[in-house]
């Protein structure tokens, strides 16, 4: 059996980060199941925000309050003051490590606008944010490689867990197709979101869910996962990103009579609005006839803010629209819609990135989340851009701290080397065998259009039974899909059935939780209940696993410092 102190399974900026610091005083293994600079913190493009005020003055208490605003007052004010505060001295951190940002005039960090933040707070590399981070952690990682050994290429199936503790994780190596037990004396899950399950999507295609339903199948909760971002700048009928930098650098949004109609539904922010009251706005149109060209989708015109600048401070979205649709941003507009991006829910954490197992915030030893895949919640119902790189750093560190204090001194936990192999070698052998008469690919896109079309920007009952029902079939269907690749060497078709399983239950934990929350906050808009219900609703959703399905119950919300207000822009 294969023995770490700290496994973290992840290689984002989340897990990088986590793993730089555990690898101080221990043995850490990250595993990934694409190579570390493939994950998709490595596609974002905007920025990562920190109160610096280089631009403008600025203060953690903005920041704050912009952040708890934002996300329509469901956030723990707690973890959101403790986060906002440790910003500015992790982009320094960053900075030293070797990450490049771009510059004000005089030499400082430049900082730009993004939605929802009252200051320009978005420090940034051009459009490669992202990128730019996820490198500088890898050459940090690369030179700590005496006490961190990184499984490139490795599949996690599930979490081995005794009683209330966690003591490693079973294991594939993709290109052998062993499978292996991690054991661990702490487990770090990185694993990112899930925007895969639904049809337009920004997300890579490694988002789809593992780490948060291996959470869920071992009898842990789901926190929120009714709250999914739809970002309102995706390329039509595609869903790949043009950053919200574009806006935050000045760009308009313009419906099919070329009216910047933003100025109806936020005068005061306009196109700067939060991502989802932006992307409502521009379903809205879309949906009253005012799509560009009678089509789904609107414009995004960058033409006035001229090449100069779009070459310093755009140049990937302006590459992007070239490559994939043949427009030059320069001189004509971008045909978007708004497109699923970002997993506000996920595995629940307290603000140390212990995951806790119930409602009342009982840790579960040995196990902790960070980035993407955990919810703090720092972005409440809704996330403000920049601010989930910042989560990642800021949470892949803490997380990483933690895993460090409980697994110094104590003792490896019981593993049953061969049961816990046995388990997951015979789901396995059910795989390959299947030979049935369904096509996963059909059953992968009959999920994505349901949540899509009844799971998505807007919400009502009927569509939600519907997608519930729509999605029970297709779980009965997934048992009779056909495998045609029986190989064990580098069998990518295995894990993309696996991954639809866990796509599959993820999309019914969401219906299912988007039902149950009858008002409408953030991410969530339910046209049946269109306004926010803090009487009966300013509480998280905790999904547990049963056999008639997911029951929901309620965690309560920290407020410190903001009572909830109306919320207008
Ligand atoms: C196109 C795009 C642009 C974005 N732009 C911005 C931005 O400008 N600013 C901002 O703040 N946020 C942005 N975001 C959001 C932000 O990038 C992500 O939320 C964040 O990077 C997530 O980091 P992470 O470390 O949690 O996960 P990820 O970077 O997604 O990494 C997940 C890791 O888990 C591993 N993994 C998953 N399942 C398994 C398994 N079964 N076995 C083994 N390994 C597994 C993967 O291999 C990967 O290494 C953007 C997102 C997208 C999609």
Redesign the pocket.
Known sequence: MIQHDVVI???????MRCALEACKELDVAV????Y?SR???G???????ASLGNVEPDSWEEHMYDTIKGGDFLNDQDAVEEYVKAAPRVIYELEHMGCIFSRTSDGKIAQRSFGGHSKPRACFSADR??HAILHALHEQLMKNAKSVKIYNE???HSLIVDGDRCNGVVVSNVQTGEVEVLQAKAVVF????Y?RVFKIT???F???A??VMAAFDVGLPLEDPEFVQFHPSGLYRQGI?F?EAARGEGGYLLNGNGERFMEKYAPSRMELAPRDIVARAEQSEINAGRGVNGEDCIHLDLRHLGEARIMERLPQIRQLGIDFIGVDCITDCLPIQPTA??SMGGIPTDKHCHVIRDEKGTRMNGFFA????ACVSVHGGNRL??????E?VVF?ERAGRSALEYAVGIDYGNVNEGQEKAKVLEKLEDVYQRDGSESYNDIRNEMKEVMMTHCGVFRDEEKLKICIETLKGLQERFKKGKVTDKGKLFNTEIYEVLELGNMLGMALIIASAALERKESRGGHFRTDFAIRDDANFLHHSMVFNSPEGPVIKKKSVVITKHQPAERTY
């Open positions: 399974v992840g290689a984002g900026l989340a897990g595993l990934t199941k694409v570390p994950s998709h913190s596609a974002a493009q905007g920025g990562i925000a944010t992202g490795w599949y996690m990185a694993t990112g979101g925007g920004s997300n890579a490694a988002s789809t593992d780490g990103l950053s991006h970002y960070a980035g993407e895949c851009g920049t601010n989930s790189l910042l990642a892949g």
